[in-house]
């Protein structure tokens, strides 16, 4: 998915989405931006990001879910040689590359709760120690997180800091699920069958588009983007009727 793909579509939810990311591009405030697997949420961190005044800049991300704890901080925070066993080089953490400009945090709910009390730290002072470090660095940078859990529920059940939820709820984003989202699916099939070159391109019957309306979309526009994939490589040229889409969908 390009960045646009998540804004494209004439659906209520859709508009929404897309005036919040207008929006909160023109602040600084931490985004909380909430959906589940598929909906887009790194796409819409990178759109806030590019629209805003560090939009020249690189945006710094970090996925919180793809790193064991052992190596979470020294990813975030930096760590100085000789801080653990291995550290045989200084190393700057994702937060001090971001100085000037924005840091998105993918699935927070998985930090480890001593990781979020650090960042909450950050977040109270702008400061951050690399790990073995002895002096503080101020850090001036735009917090963008997403995750598609329940941080209400993990702050209930003591998985979640209270104060980190607060810190970083201040913008919030709900990215809508495809199946919410009928009326867009013919507009963003489309799209993505647009890429495809005309002699593969396959077309879709009206019986066809309506069995997409109709489908629960697990992995929402990700998924549709690869069932795109399937009828060009299944069908490529040609017209798409129940049947034929019935065999990408199973």
Known sequence: MSQRDILLGESYPIQKVRRR????????????IFGERGTGK??????????????????????????PGSL?????????????????HQVVGRLEEADGTSLFLDEIA????ESQGRLLRFLEDNTIRRIGGKTDRVVQCRML?????????????????????????????TMPPLRNLPEDIPLLTQH????????????LSREAV?????????????????????????????????????????
């Open 145 to 173: 997180a997403a995750t598609n859990r329940d941080l209400k529920e993990a702050v209930e059940t003591g998985r979640f800091l209270p104060d980190l939820y607060d810190r970083l709820n201040v913008l919030r984003i």
């Open 210 to 250: 309506r069995a997409l309306q109709q489908y629960p979309f697990p992995g929402n526009v990700r998924e549709l983007r690869n069932i795109c994939c399937r009828l060009e490589t299944f069908f490529g040229g040609s017209e798409i009727g129940t049947s034929e889409m019935g065999m990408v969908l199973e």
């Open 192 to 203: 993505f069958l647009a890429r495809v070159p005309k002699r593969r391109r396959p077309t």
């Open 21 to 32: 990311v207008e929006c909160f591009a023109q602040t600084g405030y931490p985004v909380l």
């Open 42 to 67: 790194n796409l819409c961190a990178a759109q806030i990001h590019s629209a805003s005044r560090w939009k020249g800049k690189p945006l710094s991300s970090v996925d919180c879910g793809a790193l």
């Open 72 to 88: 979470i901080e020294s990813v975030l925070f930096g760590h100085e040689r000789g801080a653990f066993t291995g550290a045989v």
């Open 110 to 113: 998985l930090l480890s709760l």
